[in-house]
């Protein structure tokens, strides 16, 4: 299981991995810290269809996690999308 994870970071793109990395860096981690996804477009400055792409397959990675139930989605890094950034570093030091 630990070659399949390695094997699905190793695939993400600079985009993903950024985008990953600005909800694990600024705690953004459970649905109580969740934020819009309008708003995380905003701050991503990807146009909508970049950044659909990227969410769509963050999401579809199970790498985070997207609160429905009200008007405006909201969205966190889960735990394996913590883990891929945590391994990215830890590799990159090596």
Excluded: C, P
Excluded at 16 to 26: A, G, H, I, Q, S
Excluded at 71 to 77: S, T
């Amino acid at each position: 299981m630990d070659r399949y994870f390695l094997s699905i970071v190793q695939r993400l793109t600079l985009e993903e991995l950024e985008m990953l990395n600005y909800l694990t860096k600024n705690e953004i981690n459970n649905r109580f810290s969740a934020i819009k996804k309008k708003e995380l477009l905003n701050i991503t400055n990807y146009t909508e269809a970049i950044f659909r792409k990227i969410f769509t397959r963050l999401e579809a990675l199970n790498l985070i996690e997207v609160v429905t139930g009200s008007k405006e989605h909201l969205v966190y890094v889960n735990e394996y999308g913590e883990n891929a950034i945590q391994l990215i570093h830890e590799r990159s030091n090596n």
